[in-house]
């Protein structure tokens, strides 16, 4: 590519879509490209997340970089610290390690100028043509409203803030929450604890997930053929696309059927008709975010392991006590309640032209264009904005589509008359206009609580399927933009 002008381009996060847009920015020619990254290390999830058992539910084949293949996974789905090493490896391999600021969290942007001049928490970074935000959604830890806390006498943390000098062995352990980072743990940890009680508000549908290792043979096939590699990741994430995917949104009726058979079939393994009653959820399969494990129905019927569904009371010295009065006397409390998945790039405070700041903009939910760019905030553009898939697809499958459709819009205001663009407002409402006429056809509509609803009631997520998203995601409509002239 040649541009007729050099942008500077900042991205904020460098987790797996943050290192992936760095890479992609640098293959297409722009060369002045800055990560911002709030740790001290890359990764994003896959670094904050450390539990035992921690696992992608996306075969690894499919959660990988198109760009990027590896023949080496060890497992048909991979544990998180192998995912974290092939972020690490990627970005080694790539030349983007030394484009990332560490420590340095994006506290403020102003647009002045045609420029977004970035504030951190080390002070003035200066000023960006574009920024990317890259920051994911599951980073804002949610802890439960329950009192007490600083009563417990032993060990408490988040899931997502594992304490590394932490051993389960032994040990009486709590576990609040049933989303798939409990139920991981509760899999994982069994075997070893001298007690594990599970704190259940709501059951949770659980696809059977068988995870068997990668014979080295097979490895070797990978190795030998990077075309059997290839065809590996085209089958795998045509199959996820055109059944699971397809079926939460309502287009493919016979793969849901046969996921709710799988999902019965499945809870059906749970012996004791009691313990299966309070395991079975009173919501359609797939409301929720659909849990995959292969072995926690298993776990939960070990000798060593408690499902607790009273209400948890309070927190006290020696442990929870539930409403029955119950005092659940534990060692360690795992506080596995998931992620404000709305919070999004916040508390960073964003100015647009004209004062406007996106926290009013989005002051009845976060809403945007395509998921990737906002009225009124020219050259801001997201990985995983609002109405992302989050759930719906391989996540690298998602953040690459996106990064595709912003390139080209960097593209166009890398042009030597051309300084800004952001979608049209009008092109927004009819976008979101469009979102809210589909979402009662898909499965999240159906009447439960989950995280893909925010505070306003609000459906967050893409209600079509993964063909519409990648061909809305091909190439720009330019008659929804405003294209402002240097």
Known sequence: MTNNRQLRIAIIGAGASGIMAAIKLRQAGHEDVTVFEKAHDLGGTWRDNRYPGITCDVPSHAYRYSFEPNPDWSRVCSPGAEILEYVRHTARKHGVEGLIRYDSEITRADYRDGKWLLESTRGSEGAFHAVITATGVLHHPVYPDIPGLEDFGGRVFHSARWEDDVSLAGKRVGVIGTGSTAIQIVGASVAEVAGLSLFQRTAQWVLPLP??????????????????????????????????SAAVVGENPKAYDQIVTACEEHLATVRDPELRRRLTPDYKVGCKRLIMSGDFYTAIQDPMAELVTDPIDRFCAQGIRTADGRVHELDIIVIATGFDTHRFFRPMQVNGPGGQTLDQAWSEGNQGYLTVAVPGFPNWFMIGGPTSPIGNFSWLLTAEAQFGYIRQLIDRISEADVTAVAPKPEAADAFNRSVRERLPQTVWATGCQSWYIDSAGNIASWPWTFDKFRNDMDQPVWDDFEVSAG
């Open 211 to 244: 995870n068997r290792d990668y014979e080295e043979g097979e490895k070797a096939q990978f190795r030998a053929d990077p075309a059997l590699v290839e065809s590996e990741y085209l089958r795998l994430t045509h199959r996820m696309n055109t059944t699971f």
